[in-house]
């Protein structure tokens, strides 16, 4: 590890923007046709009443189209899968029915528990994809284990993108299996309110695909390339109604809330019993919009945010457990970078602020609405407002949270949105500072995505507004990325001005002008334990544009992941990395003397992490990571450990270990965080779970044990306890308990 000054960049401007016309120029011409569909299935309207036991007895199953012989996807794709799967699907004016036959080699079928919204890479399951307007962007998933146990999920960004899956969406619908021994039956009805689609409509475009533990194998209807995901939404076959859809018939949704809560803060001695009422609506507007409205909606502490060590300068990126911002939430927070490094608008903005102190706390949200959905063949529309509350004492003024977003769809899968944010201060106070009393962020992005998903990237250029700094203020992207079944490549331009501000997105850097490249292999050996060989190289350069374009950052990155055929994975990275300190910096964050600042550092480190078989009751992952730390050295090791008592209890363990060593004068750290947690699940509808969190860089173990009852479909009755604890000094820091009533009220 050495010390040095950093250097000049010898890119400009003009090179940065002739590239980005180049990529644009390029990508407009690779646009392909719109995606074929070499695999359709009829869907017969039946007036035979279906009963849903899982027996698939009724004579119009008997009748109806089979979708089967389905293709390997893991560990080869270029194979019929061993266990076959076969669907089928019917309909009247209110439903939509499925019905699934899976082959297995015996009945020892592999589930983690009986929880809804279960993971999908560690259950024997089957799912069904649904685009409903035919446009590869956005779809509605629905999957089941053999045990009936359900899962719904808003896939968005073509289902391929870096993060397509919204598990928090939630919609009623029914399930029933039958388990046999060398085969499960699914029988499922799902209601077409669950769905936004065009009345008269015809066609949709449907993938089934299905997870097989017993043999590590994952296959689908419609043949789907290994280099791509399995959720792409590039690769779907089609389903031909008998005759056209009629209205959606979405009911009117009403959903109260009633919770009673204590607490009390150790640190200022201050307790609170409070009952708060409220609730949310949902209304549909026509067959394609969805009207939400909160009235003094509840964010209390039902969930609770996993704990990171952090040893970065930047804040961290976590993601949004609220359901009022879930459905359609593609439309508000895919702005900005793919890689979540300049987010305009970051939904848990909304509801937080910082007090006086500087310390991030509740800004009780007074109510909002959210407009979202299609709006025609290739349009859709967004809108948010929300109003948070006012807090003298803490010094935080009311604000009104506003953003307004159209989205057209571009040739086969890709699409062009327009957005507007505005954050703006009501009423008069003297605590605020006037810069403050607005911003408003102003911006247009083009997503790419090819009709085979093998050329995808962003392109956007937006601009912030505040008082008396309306000049500059620019943040812009230009990536794209080359997916080929042999070989990967990235090349990545983003240049985030020094004044450019998103009060209500996720900006952790400004000043920058970053340019990233990758490159990697892929080999799919025909024989052995390994299915993928993939080595990967990445170059990565961050330049500060007031700092006469200096070079801040680079990582230069050797990766090698081997992919085993069953299910688990190696991967081992080796990385330099330079980093300039224009100011001095603590990375222990405990309060200790910064290391200089002014100051060049360049340093080497290496990773080794290790994924078993998910699909074995006793599974784990390690990790093992070293080297070189700015003028020190950093040494980690951690990994988890799952074991399931299936169906019914879950047990996980994750541990991290850091062991930071700097020079005198500065301060070493020892950082270690353990998060056990214990998930039983008693019945489909009775669930209790307990985590712990312990971490000594953030001087707390918290304790979150969660009692849950869903009584009815949608509606849920919650006892919560939440108890906290210093870990240096050891004492208690903040306890709560709470009784959460909710009640999902069709009209």
Known sequence: MTKTSASSSPKTWSQFIGITIFILLTTSAIQLSAQTNDRSIRVNFTEEPIHLDGVLDESAWSAADKGGDFWQFFPTDTAISINPTEFRLLYNDHTLYIGIIARAKSDNYIVSSLRRDFGGTSNDNVTLMFDTFSDGTTAYLFGMTPYG?????????????????????????????????????????????????????????????????????????????????????????????????????????????????????????????????????????????????????????????????????????????????????????????????????????????????????????????RLSGKIGQDWRLGFLNIQTDRDDAAEIASNNNMMLAVQKKMFSRSNLGLFFINRQTFGEYDFMDPSQEYNRVLGADYNLA??????????????????????????????????????????????????????????????????????????????????????????????????????????????????????????????????????GFDPTRSGGIPIPGNTGYNYNTFNLTYQSNPAKRFSFNTLTSGGEFFNGQNFTAGGGITYRFQPWVLFTLNTRYDAIRLPEPHSDANYWLVTPKVDVTFTKS?????????????????????????????????????????????????????????YWLNI
């Open 149 to 369: 146990v359900q899962r719904e999920v808003f896939v968005s960004e073509g289902g391929s993108g870096s993060s397509p899956f919204n598990v928090t969406w939630d919609q009623k619908w029914q399930v029933e299996s039958r388990m046999h021994e060398d085969h499960y039956i699914l029988e499922a009805a799902i209601p077409f309110s669950s769905m936004k689609f065009r009345e008269g409509e015809t066609t949709w475009r449907v993938k089934c695909y299905r997870w097989d533990m017993q043999t590590n194998e994952q296959s689908s209807w419609v043949r789907v390339p290994q280099n791509q995901m399995l959720s792409s939404l590039a690769f779907m076959g089609e389903m031909i109604f008998e005759k056209p859809l009629g209205k959606s018939h979405t009911p009117v949704a009403i959903i109260p809330y009633v919770n009673a809560l204590a607490d009390k803060n150790f640190v200022s001695g201050q307790s609170d019993q409070k009952l708060k009422v409220g609730g949310d609506a949902k209304l549909a507007i026509g067959n394609s919009m969805n009207l939400d409205i909160t009235v003094n909606p509840d964010f209390s502490n039902v969930e609770v945010d996993d704990i990171f060590t952090n040893l970065t300068r930047f804040e961290l990126f976590l993601p949004e457990k609220r359901q009022f911002f879930i459905d359609n939430n593609d439309l508000f927070g895919s702005y900005g970078d793919a890689f979540n490094a300049a987010k305009p608008f970051f939904s848990r903005r909304v509801g937080l602020s910082s007090d006086k102190d500087g310390n991030l706390v509740e800004n009780r949200i007074l109510g909002g609405v």
């Open 450 to 583: 090819s009709a085979d998903n093998s050329w995808t990237g962003k392109f956007y250029l937006h601009k912030s507004f505040q008082p008396g700094d309306n000049t500059g203020n620019l943040s812009s992207q230009a990536t794209v990325t080359l997916m080929k079944r042999k070989f990967k490549w990235i090349l990545d331009w983003m240049y985030v001005d020094e004044e450019f501000r998103a009060d209500l997105g996720f900006v952790p850097r400004t000043g920058i002008l970053k340019n990233g490249n990758g490159f990697s292999l892929n080999f799919y050996p025909k024989n052995g334990p390994v299915s993928l060989h993939s080595p990967g190289v990445m170059a990565l350069y961050y330049w500060r544009p007031n700092m006469d374009m200096k070079l801040t950052d680079h990582t230069y990155q050797f990766y090698y992941n081997v992919n085993f055929k069953d299910q688990s994975i190696l991967r081992f990275d080796y990385s330099n990395q330079f980093t300039y300190l224009a100011f």
């Open 686 to 742: 009775l669930f209790w779970s307990t985590l712990v969190q312990y971490s000594n860089q953030r001087d707390n173990l918290g304790l979150n044990s969660r009692l849950q009852w869903r009584y009815a479909p949608m509606s849920d009755l919650y006892l919560v306890y939440n108890d906290n604890y210093f870990t240096n000094d050891f004492g208690p820091k903040f306890r709560s308990i709470n009784l959460k009533l909710t």
